[in-house]
T-cell receptor, first 112, second 116 residues
Framework: AQSVTQLDSHVSVSEGTPVLLRCNYS??????LFWYVQHPNKGLQLLLK??????LVKGINGFEAEFKKSETSFHLTKPSAHMSDAAEYFC??????????FGTGTRLLVSP | NAGVTQTPKFQVLKTGQSMTLQCAQD?????MSWYRQDPGMGLRLIHY???????DQGEVPNGYNVSRSTTEDFPLRLLSAAPSQTSVYFC???????????????FGPGTRLTVL
């Protein structure tokens, strides 16, 4: 069975500094991996997805993630945080692409 | 396109009451699903459907019922509400795997349910 561990429940950064949200996964075979973002009182929006085509995946709003099979990791990064990035971020894994398994989420706080 | 819509946005129930959460999509997606979101637990799959007339259980199906009579609609029924069902419920939809793998799932805005 697949699972996801998000290593930090909260991450605080200053505007203009880099963002790193950490995610480790467990899967019986080659997984599909996703990052979703949820702004307060909103639904979820797909940031990016890994589907084995390339290990470095670029998403929307300047975010990217690198798939590292040897470390079973799929960390999300952004070079420079913006106030509008403050939200909750979910790392998601799927062996069967239609059944998503969510991590517990990381709340990103961005201070001026 | 309205995307995925959910009604109501908020609902308060008493223990033992029943109700139906509505979900509709206008993207002609075959796959639809329901999740619940609880603090510190991420989203968990309740039920899903791969097409009209076909439904199956997810991770936390107890206390919930679904049916899929049309491609567009996928209602979630609470048969006898319990305080443990207080949660935020999200509906999602996507194209089926037959149309290509790794299709994005689109989420509705959610229904916040409180059971007293």
């Amino acid at each position: 069975a697949q699972s996801v561990t998000q290593l930090d429940s909260h991450v605080s950064v200053s505007e203009g500094t880099p963002v790193l949200l950490r995610c480790n996964y467990s899967s019986s075979y080659s997984p599909s991996l996703f990052w979703y973002v949820q702004h307060p009182n909103k639904g979820l929006q797909l940031l990016l997805k890994y589907t084995s085509a390339a290990t470095l995946v670029k998403g929307i709003n300047g975010f990217e993630a690198e798939f590292k099979k040897s470390e079973t990791s799929f960390h999300l990064t952004k070079p420079s945080a913006h106030m509008s990035d403050a939200a909750e971020y979910f790392c998601v894994v799927s062996d069967d692409f239609q059944k998503l398994v969510f991590g517990t989420g990381t709340r990103l706080l961005v201070s001026p | 396109n309205a995307g995925v819509t959910q009604t109501p946005k908020f609902q308060v129930l008493k223990t033992g009451q029943s109700m139906t959460l509505q979900c509709a999509q206008d993207m002609n997606h075959e796959y639809m699903s329901w999740y619940r979101q609880d603090p510190g637990m991420g989203l968990r799959l309740i039920h899903y459907s791969v097409g009209a007339g076909i439904t199956d259980q997810g991770e936390v199906p107890n206390g919930y019922n679904v049916s899929r009579s049309t491609t567009e609609d996928f209602p979630l029924r609470l048969l006898s509400a319990a305080p443990s069902q207080t949660s935020v419920y999200f509906c999602a939809s996507s194209y089926s795997y037959d149309r290509g793998p790794y299709n994005e799932q689109f989420f509705g805005p959610g229904t916040r349910l409180t059971v007293l």
